[in-house]
């Protein structure tokens, strides 16, 4: 039987697995549990007969994604105002939770920005599960059918769609160069209350999107097009006199915490095409802000 240890280090890896699928850190963690339960539940000559253990919890964890995102569109459907993915730190664990070499951690870094969870959420469930156990965790075909329960060609035929998806998605996306010098022409302009310098650096069809979860005060449906764009973010001061802005990074690159007497309050991720950005996401929902504590 393999080691305990063999087994656990595995935790790690699985909740970024989990995370880039289902987009929020709580709900990684229940897939994460119910794969070790699994794991703990079959017999002791069944588990000592597994020559891979790594492999068999990442299948059985893409398994219970699966079947947890279909769960979650319809609790989506009942949530309070816009439902964002859960941002993370630049420097989260949860970026780099595989060994990899420099080139590939570009990628893990990216999959888990805001724009492209955000994106992610527009696929299907199985084109999900495929393009991140594929795309970002390199697991074979063979392997992903056996947790999707689909062909070997149809899970590949999954995981191109959503590759040409994405690719389509991040046509023109800024170099993270690009990026911070944009976010921070757009820190300047929102600090002075400068409405004309906010516009010029917003895209004329740039979507805001902010997560209350019902629990804070947020924009229920998204704010859209650079004049009221900028209207609402120079409108926020009044909302959070006290709040502070400082700069952090994001996967995406430069973004923003708000906070209050040295509590976060906000999260401002931003996505930048063109040499504008094309949206603002906002997440203030105290549930998805515990990786900023």
Same mark, same amino acid.
Not at 33 to 58: H, M
Not at 93 to 112: C, E
């Given at each position: 039987?393999?080691?305990?240890?063999?087994?656990?280090?595995?935790?790690?890896?699985?909740?970024?697995?989990?995370?880039?699928?289902?987009?929020?850190?709580?709900?990684?963690?229940?897939?994460?549990?119910?794969?070790?339960?699994?794991?703990?539940?079959?017999?002791?000559?069944?588990?000592?007969?597994?020559?891979?253990?790594?492999?068999?919890?990442?299948?059985?964890?893409?398994?219970?994604?699966?079947?947890?995102?279909?769960?979650?569109?319809?609790?989506?459907?009942?949530?309070?105002?816009?439902?964002?993915?859960?941002?993370?730190?630049?420097?989260?664990? $949860?970026?780099?939770?595989?060994?990899?070499?420099?080139?590939?951690?570009?990628?893990?870094?990216?999959?888990?920005?805001?724009? $492209? $969870?955000?994106? $992610?959420?527009?696929?299907?469930?199985?084109?999900?599960?495929?393009?991140?156990l594929h795309d970002v965790f390199a697991v074979p075909f063979g392997e992903i059918a056996e947790a999707v329960g689909r062909s070997p060609e149809a899970v590949r035929q999954l995981a191109s769609q959503a590759r040409r998806r994405v690719r389509e998605h991040r046509e023109g996306t800024a170099t993270r160069e690009q990026h911070d010098a944009v976010a921070r022409a757009f820190a300047s302009a929102a600090s002075t209350g400068d409405f004309d310098a906010l516009v010029s650096v917003l895209d004329p069809d740039v979507v805001l999107r902010s997560d209350g979860g019902g629990r804070v005060s947020a924009a229920r449906r998204p704010v859209l097009g650079a004049d009221r764009v900028a209207r609402f973010l120079l409108g926020l001061p009044r909302l959070e006199p006290g709040a502070v802005l400082a700069p952090i990074q994001t996967p995406d690159g430069m973004g923003f915490l708000a906070m209050v007497d040295g509590r976060t309050i906000a999260v401002f991720s931003l996505r930048v095409s063109g040499g504008a950005i094309t949206d603002v996401y906002v997440m203030r929902n105290p549930d998805k802000l515990t990786q900023w504590a």
């Open positions: 039987m393999p080691p305990i240890d063999e087994v656990e280090n595995e935790r790690r890896s699985l909740l970024g697995l989990c995370y880039r699928m289902l987009g929020t850190v709580a709900d990684a963690e229940d897939a994460v549990q119910e794969t070790y339960v699994r794991w703990y539940r079959l017999p002791e000559a069944e588990r000592a007969a597994i020559r891979n253990p790594g492999a068999w919890l990442t299948r059985v964890a893409g398994r219970v994604c699966l079947d947890m995102l279909g769960s979650a569109r319809a609790r989506r459907e009942r949530y309070v105002g816009e439902w964002l993915p859960e941002p993370v730190p630049g420097d989260s664990p $949860l970026a780099a939770t595989v060994s990899v070499d420099p080139i590939d951690r570009v990628t893990l870094d990216d999959s888990v920005s805001m724009a $492209l $969870l955000v994106m $992610l959420e527009s696929l299907t469930p199985a084109e999900r599960v495929a393009f991140v």
